[in-house]
């Protein structure tokens, strides 16, 4: 029998829904948002627009690094930061030291990362995701 995802596919699809709605009602900016599990298995991604490669991979970057690392990406590259280390150190070509990726945790339990990317600055990618985390942990 197929183990039961903690992250129930209709929050999901509300989560993405929220961050893509409020995203849009702005100027045209265009962003990548990434959902993944917490092994980091991607299950939803969305773009509003076009984008650079770098983009939209690096929003399912940061949904991942969320996840496997436990923390968000802002808060685990200032911790790299202050131990004078590189993402790179850590040997896994996937991990991104860049803000805008979230973890999603209930009760202590890491269930899944969200990433978003393709905004001008981390702290804008952030604000995105806390729309999404918002939704899939009401």
């Given at each position: 029998m197929?183990?039961?995802?903690?992250?129930?596919f209709?929050?999901?699809?509300?989560?993405?829904?929220?961050?893509?709605?409020k995203?849009?009602?702005?100027?045209?900016?265009?962003v990548?948002?990434?959902?993944?599990?917490?092994?980091?298995?991607?299950?939803?991604?969305?773009?509003?627009?076009?984008?650079?490669l770098?983009?939209?991979?690096?929003?399912?970057?940061?949904?991942?690094?969320a996840?496997?690392?436990?923390?968000?990406?802002?808060?685990?590259?200032?911790?790299?930061?202050?131990?004078?280390?590189?993402?790179?150190?850590?040997g896994?070509?996937?991990?991104?030291?860049?803000?805008?990726?979230?973890?999603?945790?209930?009760?202590?339990?890491?269930l899944?990362?969200?990433?978003?990317?393709?905004?001008?600055?981390?702290?804008?990618?952030?604000?995105?995701?806390?729309?999404?985390?918002?939704?899939?942990l009401?």
């Open positions: 197929p183990e039961q995802s903690p992250l129930p209709a929050k999901i699809q509300a989560a993405m829904n929220a961050m893509i709605e995203v849009t009602q702005g100027p045209d900016v265009v990548a948002i990434a959902i993944v599990d917490n092994t980091g298995n991607l299950l939803a991604y969305a773009q509003t627009g076009q984008l650079r770098f983009s939209r991979r690096h929003a399912i970057r940061k949904a991942y690094t996840a496997v690392m436990g923390m968000d990406t802002g808060i685990h590259a200032r911790k790299l930061k202050e131990q004078g280390r590189s993402i790179s150190e850590l896994d070509p996937q991990l991104s030291p860049t803000q805008g990726g979230l973890v999603i945790k209930r009760d202590g339990t890491i899944g990362g969200i990433g978003v990317g393709g905004f001008d600055g981390g702290h804008l990618d952030e604000a995105l995701a806390q729309v999404g985390l918002a939704i899939i009401e």
